[in-house]
């Protein structure tokens, strides 16, 4: 395991964009910088590379076996103003550990895993065998996997449920390839916090929807509220899964490779049929200008642009129209069973948490301050 860390900041030095290199003073990680090309600032007392010349993986390969790289605030800043590419971990463990890595992943596929989970348990084990540069998967002991989440968790500041996800993939990873079980009992298990479903009022969906005067985007955003889907299973959606009779859509292979029917309203039947007339998609029923299933970014992008111009100060994704539905439905009076099945949910622990922001039943109890006896009155 590593025992030093370096820790990698976006920032502006002499009204220049640069990148900083921050660690405790040592003279073999100073020598490394001059290596590097950085400079050193006296102003910051920091060493820095300038932005056009920063290159993540010439950093890491300068550093390879010498220091913990924490790339995730630098990365996260300049994806904002830059919009660079994030990275992959640079692969510093052994070609048999790179070989353990693929035969996982083809694991996780023959399991039917979707392919961004793929890519993102992928994505962590490579992380977490690059903090283990000289050991192989057997050799690494449930004390060091302790450790490297608490390194995470308390060293880098990462959230909880980043290091939740990270720890499913290390215990996935070591059940397929290793045939050991990472007992949790000995692992600090961040706590996952109770972040309420952010949703968007009747008044507000009107709002985007009268924005939209592009038919296409309005269909989709349409879509998307009026059945509950994730953006994922709109852009997944053909023809040939709607049923005008039952007046429902089959989401195939949605998240947990399970399918569901979601009722179609009328109204939102006649919208599909005015715009099928008008586009005449080749495949996917929501297509890019030139073919292929429309982009999840261009998907929010649209909303994100009409929720502007209706006046909405807040920030808003295409996936708040998902909660709004579901939390519009249990103000409506839909049991929450039938919401679950809607949603997709496996466990109706995960659909409950929109009986915390749902305002019907709020809105009709009294205020203790109501029971006070006051002359005020």
Partial sequence: MLSKTIKLEAA???????????????????SHCKALGARWSISRKQWYINQDRYNLKEVFNQFKGIAFVDY???????????????????????????????AFVHI?????????????YKNMIEVFFGYFTDKKPDEITNESINAFIYELNVGRGYSASYLRQ???????????????????????MPKRPRQLPKVLALEEINGILDQLKNLKHRTMVSIQYGCGLRVSELLALKAEHFNKERKTVMILNSKGNTDRRVNVSDSLLKLLREYWLAYKPDNYLFEGQNGGQYSYHSVNKVIQRAAKLSGIKKHVSSHMLRHSYATHLLENGVDLRYIQELLGHKSS???EIYTYVSTHKLESLPSPFDFLKRNDK
């Fill in 12 to 30: 502006s030095h002499r009204n220049r964009p640069v990148v900083l290199i921050r660690f405790s003073y040592d003279k073999e990680l100073i």
């Fill in 72 to 102: 995730k605030n630098v990365n996260q800043k300049l994806n904002k103003t830059l919009k660079v590419k994030r990275e992959s971990p640079v692969k510093n463990f052994s070609q048999a550990t790179e070989k353990e890595i693929n």
């Fill in 108 to 120: 996780l596929g023959a399991k039917g895993y979707a392919e961004n989970t793929r890519a993102t």
């Fill in 166 to 188: 990270m720890i499913g993939a290390i215990k996935l990873f070591y059940a397929k390839r290793v045939n050991r079980k990472v007992i949790l009992d000995e692992l600090d």
């Fill in 349 to 351: 622990k995960t659909t």
